[in-house]
């Protein structure tokens, strides 16, 4: 008989094992995980079969246990009194007493004008709406941007001017109703890949159902399309033009939903009318096979869901892209129905929650505006404010906002849980930025952001797991994350920071004890408005999620909106927006001969801080790199594998060569996930610029015009 092992005795040591639910930190999407915790360590991720992610997960996601593996994780507050002393650790009775005596004198010697906040659609809405009622009620300054506002406001501007109100009208069950897939700007099978997996399934479910991707690179998701439309950069417009033209002509308008549920129509159909298609085709760069192959594709009797993202939104014209996907809608009647509609999809997994508690510099709780005098006033008696307390100019957007730090125009900038230094178009400017604010105030979880090296004051903030929360997620699914870890050290949630601060200058309505009462106060706020979330009180959510709006208690949350015809607009009907042709900011010219296109990579999330953690991610795309067609390689000398230098008139980026024929020549893509804390000169927007559409004052990084050279350097 085999004798049997004889263990150790810690191996008799019961270990501890509890378990956590929670929406994943990254994309969009939402998926929610249930986390394994054993002996205080996250030992498994597990996707959750009913939720939206339908029992599936990506790396991303699968990986989060190796988020906590951060030896620069931050635990305790910092500061430094000069900019010319080293940081030290303070308690946050020190760093909360110190920034609050600096808040007060700037607001006695400069005003509130010289206050900013930067935050982020990966805030929960908890701490969002802390920030926005602190620096929009209480110190009085508008200027409180985003990171949303460089991925998601021409989608928040389109639905608006279209339908009275921001927030996609579908859901993510749409997809399993849907008969055409018009994906436009959106890479889904590497930027939201379980929601692209839902797509897939359709397409292999219903025969009939088509996927057609526009995109100037052939894409991960093109690879699974029926059809890939190469639009040239800065087609968009011209394309969409071109295709509701010839759905005109086709004679596939639903004239009777047009007549009864929008106003514009006549209007767009005269612009449509005296467009000639064959400029509308030259503009859009689509060869004519596609451009057929298109048309033949989406019509009136099928139903058709336009899936979009940065391409659409991130340029000079992004409004004018969202508001002509939404035309298409109306025209064919496909709003508010199943399996119909335009879509769009968040980036960040809170960039609609965001939204939702008004925290863009336009923006109040409640879907209401900083520039109606009943939204203020509304505000005003909500908070307890005298009349008048809330300014009514809207504040500076993300770019004017570091414009204007750069020179000198903040006595202090707080920025939470964003990286800008490496995420801004034109990046410099932002290092200018933090350099010349007296006062720059950094919360992050890590001090591996390469903005955590401009902080006088470090707050160490709670990451995924290590508190409760709430995000919506790009259907309006409203879902509370639960905290399943014990907070290294002095790390706190988001919003606690902001409550404490406002309590320390001596405010009213800071007295926040958990996130539930935050939640509550919030809620109310949404009361009869068209994010209305009044019904979703915490105990619901903890009982599961709920999509907006849900405005009673026993109401089920709306999976669809707009499903009687009547939009958020006065007359109560939708808005055909006739907008412009694209004019990208910067086109290729002799010096700069080439459009960069930007974007991200499967393996990573944004500038890296976490999924940068997680060395199986890392392995998958370990370096920059830049992709460019063989025929623009030829000409410059490079090959596969050569060390580049990316230039642009802004700046330059380091970055490995990738020879490819799924671009259009004349174009060339990288990534913005690199920072100086990876190597010295790579970040991608350093060459970016800051041209912003005029409406959504969303940056143009899509398109600059860029040369590649073949670099000395070893790749
Ligand atoms: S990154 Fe997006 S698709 Fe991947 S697990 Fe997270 S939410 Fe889901």
Redesign the pocket.
């Known amino acids: 008989m085999t004798a049997l092992p004889v263990l150790p005795p810690e191996a008799y040591v019961s270990r501890a094992t509890t378990t956590g639910r929670a929406v994943?930190p990254?994309?969009g999407?939402?998926?929610v995980l249930d986390a394994t915790v054993v002996d205080g360590r996250v030992e498994r991720i597990a996707a959750v079969a009913d939720a939206p992610?339908q029992g599936m997960?990506?790396p991303?996601?699968a990986l989060l246990s190796r988020v906590f593996d951060d030896e620069q994780r931050l635990t305790q507050p910092m500061l430094r009194r000069a900019k010319n002393e080293p940081l030290r650790a303070a308690s946050w009775d020190e760093a909360i007493r110190f920034v609050a005596d600096r808040f007060r004198k700037t607001l006695d010697t400069r005003g509130p004008d010289a206050v900013a906040w930067y935050g982020s659609g990966q805030l929960d809405t908890e701490a969002s709406y802390v920030f926005t009622k602190l620096f929009k009620g209480f110190l009085g300054s508008n200027h409180t941007d985003t990171n949303s506002r460089l991925c998601m406001s021409s989608a928040v501007a389109g639905y608006t001017l279209a339908f009275g109100s921001d927030g996609p009208p579908t859901c993510y069950d749409d997809i399993e109703h849907a008969d055409t897939f018009l994906i436009l700007g959106a890479n889904m099978a590497v930027n939201?890949?379980?929601l692209f997996n839902r797509v897939r399934r359709r397409r292999t479910d219903a025969d009939h159902a088509r996927i057609v991707t526009v995109d100037p690179r052939f894409t991960k998701t093109a690879e699974h399309g029926d059809l890939h439309v190469p639009v040239a950069p800065g087609g968009d417009v011209a394309l969409l033009q071109w295709l509701a033209r010839r759905l005109l002509d086709a004679g596939h308008v639903d004239e009777g939903f047009v007549s009864a549920h929008t106003t514009g129509w006549p209007e767009h159909r005269a612009c449509l009318e005296s467009l000639e298609p064959g400029f509308l085709a030259r503009l859009s760069g689509v060869p004519d096979d596609a451009l057929e192959a298109l048309a033949a594709t989406i019509d009136r009797d099928h139903r058709l869901l336009t899936l979009y993202c940065m391409g659409a939104n991130q340029s000079t014209v992004g409004t004018d892209k969202n508001t002509a996907i939404i035309n298409l809608h109306l025209m064919l009647g496909q709003v508010g129905r199943p399996g119909c509609g335009p879509f769009s999809l968040t980036g960040q997994p809170n960039a609609m929650g965001g939204r939702e508690v008004g925290y863009l510099a336009h923006q109040l709780p409640g879907y209401r505006k900083v520039a109606d005098a009943t939204d203020r006033a509304e505000i005003e008696l909500a908070w307890g404010l005298s009349p008048g307390a809330i300014l009514p100019e809207p504040g500076l957007t993300a770019v004017p906002m570091f414009e204007a730090a750069a020179s000198g125009r903040f006595d202090a900038i707080w920025i939470a849980c964003t990286n800008p230094v490496v995420s801004m178009p034109d990046a410099a400017v932002a290092k200018r930025a933090l350099r010349n604010t007296p006062l720059v105030i950094v919360q992050d979880i890590t001090t591996r952001s390469e903005t955590a090296a401009y902080a006088d004051v470090l707050f160490p903030a709670c990451q995924w797991g290590e508190k409760s929360g709430t995000m919506t997620n790009s259907e309006r699914l409203v879902v509370r994350s639960e905290k399943f870890l014990e907070a290294p050290g002095d790390a706190k949630p988001d919003w606690w920071a902001p409550a404490r601060l406002g309590r320390a200058m001596g405010f009213d309505g800071f007295d926040f004890g958990n996130n539930e009462a935050v939640w509550s106060e919030f809620i109310t706020l949404t009361d009869g408005r068209p994010c209305d979330c009044s019904g979703m009180t915490n105990d619901r959510l903890e009982q599961g999620p709920l999509r907006w709006p849900c405005p009673s208690a026993d109401h089920p949350g709306a999976p669809r909106r707009y499903t009687d015809g009547v939009f958020a607009t006065p007359d109560g009907k939708a808005r055909f927006h006739t907008g412009r042709l694209d004019a990208p900011a910067e086109t290729p010219d002799e010096a700069y001969p080439l459009w960069l296109t930007t974007g991200r990579v499967a393996a990573h999330w944004h500038t890296r801080t976490k999924s940068g953690l997680a060395p199986e991610l890392a392995r998958q795309e370990p370096d920059p790199f830049v992709e460019l067609h063989p025929a623009d390689a030829a000409q410059a000398g490079i090959d596969t594998g050569d060390a580049c230098v990316v230039s642009s008139r802004r700046g330059q980026a380091r970055a490995t060569a990738r020879l490819t024929e799924r671009l259009r020549p004349g174009v060339v893509f990288a990534t913005f996930h690199f920072g100086d804390g990876f190597a010295a000169g790579v970040n991608l927007n350093d060459t970016t610029h800051a041209a912003c559409d005029p409406v959504s004052k969303q940056p143009e990084l899509k398109a600059c015009a860029v040369r590649v050279e073949k670099s000395e350097a070893a790749a």
């Open positions: 994943c990254y994309c999407v939402g998926c992610n997960m990506c991303k996601g939201h890949p379980v």
